[in-house]
């Protein structure tokens, strides 16, 4: 159990590092565990330096510089076992326009790599704009939901109301 | 396995039938707050086998039938449908000879809920089984709920790593 | 002391009662204190209606919804006790635009009634296009922040930028 | 009492002195992630007398001080001023007899931190008293920090109704 569990810690590793450099084109990023007499027991720590600056614990980051830091942790796990399907609610929210652009083509090549089918739930025109298609959720009637196909520009209108 | 179409009728508020069809790459989801967005990802893991009420914002199962609205009275109801293309076959898909498979939750007020693969009734544990068997499930890493990253971010180091051993 | 508080808690009601339904253009919602014996160890719910929606407690709405009707409750607290600032970090993140503009509205009406004085930081162009000045922080050299004075168009070029 | 100017140096990431005119009506700080928006809330927050380093993202309260960058290194000090308009005189702040109050927090590594108003020594006790005098300070409900509005969502009722005392 122990054994299997530090071979695994050590692969997320790996990709959490690799993800993390792309996402913030540059710096560094590493997993460690914290101190347990069994490893079983450990903690997950998140030491993080987007390029320029000193590495920090991740609480020390800004609420956007952290979503991104997360997200590559998230998908290092994924990659360690990619599943067909993938959806994500919201999660772009924090994040600026560079880093939605970088965030948005890291799944572009992870839907190529893995074929995994990406469902995307956002808010952000940017992410709108890099997806292959779009549906809007409407409540033409009060409280009852509908879903339609719509192209980016009624998509902008319909983010727009409520 | 590929998914292909997610189907909802009478799932929060879904009130009538509504799909989304589930292409290659990458597909959006938009519209203002409180459309119904989140309630489609919650529809599919519901169908995954999800059996708690308060990861999915209810109190108890039978909240996320169609409760009612100004215009509406409430279901009785509620049925959710993926579709998954099984052409190729393989693993735990391989017990189906169906080239398509319908996977069917549906849970009626006073009744509980029931699973069903092209209409034979399973049990909970088949589904939950064939979608870990596929990498993914309701809690799998694949899934970022709202708030979820946020959550990520916030726990402490013991509760990140059973976070991260929830989705490996 | 337990008087004082159910006084407080019967001002703050009106408060937001009135600054939910601005907010929602609609709707109705209303805060209840938990049973306890003692009305000091009660805990605060909230329920809420958007309009044409069911009552429900605040964990049934959406994401937007939540932080709308939080944003109720923490102006029904401030309008009991105004103070001559308001600083508010990125609190629209999670609203569309229509419920950004009339939060918007909410803070222009709070600042004439009361002259105070907010600054307000946000990534969402619709906030940025209802304020009446605009400064942008920078990190020309890597880590060291800088502020400067910036317009609209700049401001949207900015947020873009890393 | 009129807010009209805040300035920092050797604060978190802001390493030379920069500054935030504070005029009527409402003032929008916008930037990419990181650049240092969140930075300036908490100069604000600590000048009034934050005294939790973990409110503040630090571990200790010295984490505030600049501590340097690829292109730079650390600081040794941290100094943050307020400056108020006080021709009205009201309150506490009629104590004070100049038009113009510039309230100042420094801290040097290694010696702890100190508060200054119109250069003369005070305690940060009188610093939270005159801001608490004008229905503010660092946990006033009209200071909102990133993240606090889900940490309201989330609470159980019982710290909502904390959180909520501590503002009124
Ligand atoms: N059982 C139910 N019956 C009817 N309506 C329901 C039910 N459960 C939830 N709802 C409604 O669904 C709405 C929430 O939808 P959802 O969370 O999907 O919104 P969203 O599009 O994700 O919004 P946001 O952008 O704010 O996150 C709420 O307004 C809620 O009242
Ligand atoms: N003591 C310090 N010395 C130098 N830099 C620091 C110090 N403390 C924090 N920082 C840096 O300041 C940056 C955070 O700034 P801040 O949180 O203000 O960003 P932000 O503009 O609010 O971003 P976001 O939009 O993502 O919320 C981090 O990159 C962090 O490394
Ligand atoms: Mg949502
Ligand atoms: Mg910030």
Redo the contacts with the bound molecule.
């Keep these: 159990g122990r054994e299997r569990l530090l071979k695994s810690f050590a692969e997320v590793n790996r990709y959490f590092e690799t993800l993390f450099k792309s996402l913030f084109n540059g710096g560094s990023a590493e997993l460690t565990l914290t101190e347990a007499d069994d490893p079983l027991d450990a903690g997950l720590e998140i030491l993080a330096s987007p390029p320029g600056k000193k590495l920090q614990s991740l609480s020390l980051l800004s609420g956007g510089e952290q979503a991104l830091t997360a997200l590559a942790l998230i998908f290092a796990v994924f990659l360690t076992n990619p599943s067909p399907i993938c959806i994500l609610?919201?999660v772009d929210a924090p994040l600026d326009d560079t880093n939605v652009a970088r965030f948005c083509d890291m799944l572009g090549q992870i839907a190529e790599e893995t074929g995994t089918r990406f469902i995307v739930?956002t808010?952000h025109r940017l992410t709108m704009a890099k997806m292959d298609r779009l549906y809007g959720?409407t409540m033409e009637q009060k409280?009852v939901?509908r879903i339609v196909s719509v192209d980016l520009q009624t998509a902008e209108r319909f983010k727009e109301s409520a | 396995m590929i998914f292909t179409n997610l189907k909802m009728t009478g799932f929060?508020?879904f009130?009538e039938p509504e799909h989304i069809s589930i292409d290659e790459g990458m597909t959006g989801i938009v519209?203002?707050?409180?459309?119904?967005?989140?309630?489609?990802v919650?529809s599919l893991r519901w169908l995954m086998g999800e059996s708690s009420a308060k990861s999915m914002?209810?109190g108890e199962l039978e909240?996320?039938?169609?409760?009612?609205?100004a215009s509406r009275p409430?279901r009785n109801f509620a049925e959710v449908t993926l579709t998954l293309d099984n052409t190729e076959k393989k693993g735990s898909a391989a017990q189906f000879a169906d080239d398509d498979l319908e996977i069917t939750r549906r849970i009626e007020r006073g009744k509980g809920s029931s699973f069903k693969i092209n209409g034979k009734a399973v049990r909970a544990r088949d589904v939950q089984l064939l979608f870990a068997d596929m990498a993914t499930g309701s809690r799998s890493s694949g899934i970022v709920s709202?708030g979820k990253v946020g959550a990520l971010i916030n726990a402490k180091p013991v509760e990140r790593r059973n976070l991260l051993e929830e989705a490996a």
């Design positions: 609610d919201e739930v808010h959720v409280g939901s | 929060k508020s009130a519209g203002p707050n409180g459309c119904g967005k989140s309630n489609i919650e914002r209810g909240d996320i039938i169609f409760a009612g609205s409430s709202q």
